[in-house]
Structure formats: C-alpha cells, structure tokens
C-alpha cells in the first residue's frame, strides 16, 4: 500500500517537494489543517522562512498537531523545517517543534549572497546539496546520527524517526535522501 507523505505548504518550497514524492511513487499531500496532517504517514517540513513558517502553524492551531506528530511518526526537516525541529535555535526566540536534540544557527553560512551548491558523497554515491541562507547545526546530542558532514559541519541528520537536512535536495536532481526519508515509513 502506498504511503502518504505530507507537505506542509503553509509557507516555503513545498512544491518541489511534493514532485520529489510523487515520483518515487509514494503518495503526497499537502497538509494545511489538522485533518490533513491526521490522513499522513510521515511529514515533510520544508525550507522557508522559519520564523513566518513558526507564526503560521501557531495562527492555523498546527503547533501542537504537529510536535505530536512528530513523537511518533517520521519527519522530515529541510533548511528552514529542520530549524523548526530543534530545540534551540540561537538568538532567536521563535517557537519551535522541539523534536530533534540540536542547537542551530539561522543563516549560519551568511546571507543570501553566500548561498552555494557542493557535491556530497552519500551510499558511494555523489549527491548534489544547495545550500540557500542554509542553518548551521552548532551542537547535538549523543541521540543524533549524523549521516552526511560538509566542512565537519553536519547537513543531514537524523534522531530516530526525524531526518533534517540544512540543505535543499528537493532543489536538486537527486532523489536519493527522500528515498531515505521513505524508509523510516
């Protein structure tokens, strides 16, 4: 039976993200309500801005459904949407989902105008990552995995049923880190 990934579109690069699940035949909803989120198997939360993403879940009453959501079923956070899963978020005061053990930094490699793309070697294979106003992960715990390193820094973790990424595969070609998002359903 096909699984049901979600894609918060209140804000951000939703679309892209739905092109990337649809084609790896999984079926993809875009979640705006509490109902919606309530038919999903897992969620995707994409890159944003992730301080107006945090306003809309509160003004549409999806905080709460959503940090539920992710104790219990996988999530998948990129750029913006793994700001949201941390716990902290450095000089900032933005209300978060608090599902993922990290502390991260917005726009932790600069500005726009410091945006860039890199290849990142993942199951021998290279992956092409971009890197837009992208969040630097400063610390975590011993309940993180960290799956891929750019400069020693980690990109792409996960905690248990949690993935994030601090870049945009959705933006690529590649569609191999949501095949492995698919896994954890």
Partial sequence: MK???GILSLQGAFAKHFEKIQKLNATPLLVRTKEDLEKCDGLIIPGGESTTMSRHLIRQNL???VTEFAKSRPVFGTCAGL???AKTVVNSDMTTLSAMDI???RNGYGSQIHSFST???MKAKNIPALF???PVIQNYSDQIEVLLS???KPVLIRQNHLLGATFHPELTDSS???SLFLELL
Avoid: C, G, N, S
């Fill in 176 to 178: 191999l880190v949501h």
């Fill in 83 to 85: 700001i949201l899963l």
């Fill in 63 to 65: 905080m709460d459904p």
């Fill in 3 to 5: 699984k049901t990934v």
């Fill in 103 to 105: 502390t991260v930094e």
């Fill in 150 to 152: 750019h400069e020693e």
């Fill in 119 to 121: 290849l990142l070697e």
């Fill in 132 to 134: 837009i106003r992208a």
